[in-house]
């Protein structure tokens, strides 16, 4: 069964970056290679949203809130997905989760972004 754990969240205050990773595991191929994969979040009372999605032909797309400010990237030798994440605003403020795009893959964690202003 395939794991996702994410981890690089924290607190961080309006201007500021983080780098966020995801790793995969259980797969006997990498899953970020063979899937459109996705960083989604979660503010507080809200729902979960995709923000970024990597398609497998290496193409990506983004919300519009966070185009321009976060990268989605991936190693697929070390099954990791990454988000970076600059001049983040108060409102970026969410559990962040990587999942294949449509989530198909049991949800991990998160990680928790937390921005101050």
Same mark, same amino acid.
């Given at each position: 069964?395939?794991?996702?754990?994410? =981890?690089?969240?924290?607190?961080? %205050?309006?201007?500021?970056s983080l780098r966020l990773a995801c790793v995969g595991s259980g797969s006997i191929f990498s899953i970020f290679s063979i899937n459109d994969? &996705?960083?989604?979040? !979660?503010?507080?009372?809200?729902?979960?949203?995709?923000?970024?999605?990597?398609?497998? &032909?290496?193409?990506? *797309?983004?919300?519009?809130?966070?185009?321009?400010?976060?990268?989605?990237?991936?190693?697929?030798?070390? *099954?990791?997905?990454?988000? %970076?994440? *600059?001049?983040?605003?108060?409102?970026?403020?969410?559990?962040?989760?990587? *999942?294949?795009?449509? &989530?198909?893959? !049991?949800? &991990? %964690?998160?990680?928790?972004?937390?921005?101050? =202003?």
């Amino acid at each position: 069964q395939v794991q996702l754990v994410e =981890s690089g969240g924290g607190l961080v %205050q309006a201007g500021g970056s983080l780098r966020l990773a995801c790793v995969g595991s259980g797969s006997i191929f990498s899953i970020f290679s063979i899937n459109d994969m &996705g960083w989604y979040r !979660q503010p507080p009372g809200k729902q979960r949203e995709m923000v970024a999605a990597i398609f497998v &032909g290496g193409a990506t *797309n983004y919300a519009d809130s966070v185009k321009g400010r976060f990268t989605i990237s991936r190693d697929n030798a070390k *099954n990791t997905l990454f988000l %970076q994440m *600059n001049s983040l605003k108060p409102e970026d403020t969410a559990v962040y989760y990587c *999942n294949s795009v449509g &989530g198909r893959y !049991q949800w &991990g %964690q998160g990680t928790r972004v937390t921005v101050s =202003s």
